[in-house]
């Protein structure tokens, strides 16, 4: 999915989900020759089993309407048949019932309304901050929340069936713009004048040469959903950007 623009939200669903087969998580075609129907919720292709079982068959389950249908493993080649796997009963085509689970994920996505994270840095991004050269620089996320860090959970449902998400940030890459980027694990400490010059203890950096710096954190969140007997993950990224003034001491006492 592609990245928002800066410091918006995420989650859209695309306009089309393909047909995917999430155990290789591999694209397949939605129909194949044969009458077969690729079911997201199955994870498989189906057909109408012809001819149908006979009523004392087991698979009708004891049910008096609906029909009996094959269900098929995907091959790899789409001049192949499916495998066929099982026979199972449906009340109606399997491939019209069944929500695609994908879809769901990426509304339960929406649904979360993710944040690029608001940049906590010393020196400060502002008209006339300018931070020493020598002394530390700390990054962190300012005020951090359940939609610009994690974790946040959202479910999406359709004809019955749910599926739920849980997205957290795995980590924020700090582009310092002087050529480092800086990987931190966690949203960072926020800065205390307590510290004075100690280095930040999981998210800092240390200029080595007076100008002005853009920044920017890039947030990048996993997003762990299941349903439908299915499961799989969603990646994100979300960017802030910023700048910063670094100087050296005699300059500024002139």
Known sequence: ????????????????????????????????????????????????????????????????????????IWLGDPSLDPSLEDQVWSAGPPWEDLPNPLVLAYQAVAAMNLKAVSIGIVPEDGPGRIGLLGLPTWMWAETPSADTVGPITRSASAGGYTVTATGRVEQIVWDMGDGTSVVCATPGTPYEDRFGAMDSPDCGHRYTEQGHYPI???????????GLDQSGTIEMEL????????????????
Request: proline share 10%; hydrophobic share 35%.
């Open 239 to 254: 960017i802030q950007d910023g700048q910063i003034v670094m100087g050296e001491a005699q300059v500024l006492s002139q």
């Open 216 to 226: 920017s954190a890039t947030s990048y969140w996993v997003i762990s959903w299941a």
């Open 1 to 72: 999915m592609d990245p928002p623009e800066e410091g918006g939200g995420g989650g859209v669903p695309p306009g089309e989900i393909a047909c995917t087969e999430t155990i290789k998580d591999q694209e397949v075609p939605c129909e194949l020759p044969g009458g077969w129907h690729w079911v997201q919720g199955w994870n498989a292709y189906a057909r109408l089993a012809d001819p149908q079982p006979p009523r004392s068959d087991p698979v009708w389950e004891g049910n008096a309407e609906g029909a009996i249908y094959d269900r098929g």
